[in-house]
């Protein structure tokens, strides 16, 4: 029976969702506009890469940790909701630069977004959802990744395709922008309605723990007594989602590229096709993944989070280092399919992991040091090795084919490795912590 009670901590979800597809948006739509960028400010891709991921993750590095101790003893609805607004601000801004540097600083900005939303759901949503159904309720956050990444694209695609042809658009009180410019200024805006919404609708949960713990006191000496009891377990999901991740969002950012280099396609075309992909095969990926952890988990495999991760990273290894150099376009849009399903599939393992190892007390700032360091080497660093490869070891712009199918042969072992050695550390941690 629908009540009032039970269909409000889905509504909240839904909110969450929808604020995390918005943060991949304002994020993810520069991969569209490499060109147009470079041509403007005069850059290399290399320096594109740079504002793709670097200068996006210096602010989460730098912030992560402080706003999740704050998560930890404060009210999180209220983070998430400035957190909304400052990253959809600095994201209507950057259509606003005019050089290199101011773009930089922005988009420095934006990266406030993951620095206080993801935490504080992470913390949120098992105060919301037995852990039982943790599983599909980070799957279900996760479609905000596959959407947001997807309509990134999509709208992205749609504007410049609007526009295609375009110089300049002159708007009342703003003056004279580019096509580039606009896309930010349109995908930027809406986020600080969804701010208000936020702080207005949704109610801070009363704190409880997934386990016996009583402890409320988030110390330093906890923090660091929990890392230290756990440091197999926590070393072998850095690792495996740092690498992956490196190869993740390398591929997701440059691939529009790549299909415009290899197959001249119109980029706007590109992000539709690629954009509708992500956004439908890889949300059904996401809401799959994490019903398909709940089941693994009910069988009994307490290491279920990385079982889980393990396989779906064999599967990918293959596809993404085999799509990138594919001759046909046809056959490669089947392989993107594949790869959105199988990479949201994935997405939720690494959270619900550290949630079901974690008390409640230190859950958020936990998460945070997971995310300061696998989001510095994923985002930060993963676009720019497929620049540098390009720059430096090809030096031709045509073969960045190769060098985001390298990148991928890098950086996924590691990452498998890690996982699978990283099986009997977590089940250690999983039966401790319940003991």
């Not at 590095?61 to 983070?79: E, G, H, L, S, Y």
């Not at 702080?199 to 230290?228: G, H, M, Y």
């Not at 740092?242 to 980029?267: K, Q, V, Y």
């Amino acid at each position: 029976m629908f009540t009032k009670k039970n269909i409000y901590p889905w509504y909240v979800l839904a909110i969450f969702t929808l604020a995390y597809m918005v943060s991949f948006i304002d994020r993810q739509v520069l991969s569209l506009l490499i060109e147009p960028i470079k041509q403007d400010l005069d850059i290399s891709d290399t320096q594109v890469s740079l504002l793709i991921g670097f200068a996006f993750s210096i602010f989460y590095v730098t912030m992560a940790i402080p706003i999740a101790r704050m998560a930890d003893k404060r009210n999180r609805v209220n983070i998430i909701a400035i957190g909304i607004f400052f990253w959809s601000l600095m994201t209507a801004l950057c259509g606003f630069t005019k050089n290199y540097w101011q773009l930089f600083v922005t988009r420095v900005g934006v990266g406030v977004g993951e620095a206080s939303l993801t935490p504080s759901v992470y913390s949120l949503i098992p105060d919301y959802f037995p852990k039982e159904k943790l599983g599909t309720a980070v799957g279900i956050y996760m479609i905000g990744m596959s959407l947001g990444t997807g309509l990134a694209l999509i709208l992205g695609g749609i504007i410049l395709k609007v526009l295609s042809g375009v110089e300049e658009i002159n708007l009342p009180l703003i003056g004279s922008l580019k096509p580039w410019q606009l896309t930010f200024l349109i995908v930027g805006l809406p986020g600080i309605l969804l701010a208000l919404i936020v702080k207005l609708s949704i109610k801070e949960p009363l704190r409880k723990n997934v386990f016996e713990t009583q402890d409320k006191n988030a110390s330093n000496e906890k923090i660091l007594s929990f890392l230290k009891n756990n440091k197999k377990t926590l070393a072998s999901i850095v690792v495996a989602y740092s690498f992956g991740g490196m190869a993740f969002f390398a591929f997701l950012s440059w691939i529009p590229e790549h299909l415009r280099r290899t197959f001249d396609w119109d980029i706007s075309n590109a992000g539709l096709v690629f954009g509708s992909l992500l956004a439908t095969i890889g949300s059904i990926g996401a809401v799959s993944g994490g019903k398909f952890h709940d089941l693994i988990y009910k069988k009994g495999y307490k290491d279920a989070p990385l079982r889980c991760a393990m396989i779906v990273f064999l599967i990918l290894f293959p596809v993404m280092a085999i799509t990138p150099i594919i001759p046909n376009s046809n056959i490669t849009v089947v392989m993107l399919g594949v790869f959105s399903f199988v990479l949201f599939f994935q997405q939720a393992m690494s959270p619900i992991a550290i949630q079901m190892i974690t008390p409640n007390h230190l859950r958020a700032q936990v998460v945070a040091i997971y995310f300061f360091v696998a989001t510095f080497f994923s985002i930060g660093i993963g676009p720019s090795i497929v620049a540098i490869f390009t720059d430096f070891l090809f030096q031709d712009e045509s073969k960045l084919n190769l060098s985001i199918s390298l990148t991928s042969l890098i950086c996924l072992p590691v990452s498998i490795l890690s996982l699978y050695l990283g099986l009997k550390p977590y089940k250690r941690s999983y039966l401790k912590v319940r003991n």
